[in-house]
């Protein structure tokens, strides 16, 4: 049987394509194929940087297919790069889906014909055989480090939430947030912000402390913060554009 191939989950720049790093270029030079979010997106990155691979949409709202598809290819012996819009894949990030696919299931494939099917075998061994797909991180540029390094508020450990709720399950988002004892990180748009540091109000207190870092790496990158009140009132002098990264700070957590 053909050894299985090799999923790659690269780091992509979150702005300056300076940032990629030389092994994330060599990786994406060598690979068979590249899942992404966008192929219009990572045409341009490939497009720079002189890359010429197939490529197939992997996005948020992808069918089980296409997963199955995927696995089939490594499967084969094909070695398959994972990149997302920005940053590294697998954190929040549609990519997750795939990558928790593989390490949480042993797979045989099946082809009906049509389209490959998955099935796990439950009683496996546990020794890595020839044909089971390895996952190799090639990292870099990541939103949730670079705004955490910083920030200022974090030390040793924080909560990273992700995108919260839009509207189904943000009030009880927020009712978990509010009793953790360390700083929380969330991913969100320019275009919610406000609402979002009004529930931080609501919800943490008029003495929490947020920083705000918006289009890391790219032009009119900006970073600032204080106490939510304040943060509230200098919002109409700042750019609600672009991507934010969003640290949650309680009072209490100070000395």
């Known amino acids: 049987m053909k050894n299985a191939g090799i999923l790659y989950i690269v780091a992509t720049p979150i702005g300056k394509l300076g940032d990629m790093t030389l092994r994330?270029?060599?990786?994406?030079?060598?690979?068979?194929?590249?899942?992404?979010?966008?192929?219009?997106?990572?045409?341009?990155?490939?497009?720079?940087?002189?890359?010429?691979?197939?490529?197939?949409?992997?996005?948020?709202?992808?069918?089980?297919?296409?997963i199955e598809y995927l696995i089939s290819e490594l499967q084969s012996g094909k070695n398959v790069a994972l990149v997302t819009d920005a940053g590294t894949p697998g954190i929040s990030d549609p990519g997750q889906a795939l990558i928790a696919q593989i390490q949480n299931s042993k797979f045989?494939?099946?082809?009906?014909?049509?389209?490959?099917?998955?099935?796990?075998?439950?009683?496996?061994?546990?020794?890595?055989?020839?044909?089971?797909?390895?996952?190799?991180p090639i990292p870099g540029a990541s939103a949730l480090t670079g705004a955490a390094s910083v920030s200022g508020m974090i030390e040793k450990e924080f909560f990273f939430a992700g995108f919260l709720p839009k509207k189904k399950g943000r009030q009880i988002k927020f009712n978990q947030l509010k009793e953790?004892?360390?700083?929380?990180?969330?991913?969100?748009?320019?275009?919610?912000?406000?609402?979002?540091?009004?529930?931080?109000?609501?919800?943490?207190?008029?003495?929490?402390?947020?920083?705000?870092?918006?289009?890391?790496?790219?032009?009119?990158?900006?970073?600032?913060?204080?106490?939510?009140?304040?943060?509230?009132?200098?919002?109409?002098?700042?750019?609600?554009?672009?991507?934010?990264?969003?640290?949650?700070?309680?009072?209490?957590?100070k000395n």
């Open 108 to 136: 045989k494939i099946q082809n009906s014909g049509e389209h490959f099917m998955l099935e796990s075998i439950d009683d496996a061994p546990v020794k890595q055989s020839n044909n089971q797909i390895k996952i190799i």
């Open 180 to 253: 953790l004892n360390v700083p929380i990180i969330v991913y969100e748009s320019a275009m919610r912000l406000e609402r979002t540091l009004r529930d931080v109000e609501s919800y943490l207190g008029a003495e929490t402390e947020v920083f705000i870092a918006r289009e890391m790496t790219k032009l009119f990158e900006e970073y600032w913060g204080g106490k939510i009140g304040e943060v509230l009132a200098d919002l109409s002098i700042h750019k609600l554009k672009g991507e934010i990264v969003l640290i949650i700070q309680k009072s209490k957590f």
């Open 24 to 66: 994330a270029i060599e990786t994406l030079k060598k690979v068979d194929l590249i899942a992404c979010e966008d192929t219009r997106v990572t045409g341009v990155l490939l497009k720079h940087f002189n890359i010429k691979k197939p490529m197939v949409a992997y996005f948020a709202h992808s069918k089980l297919s296409k």
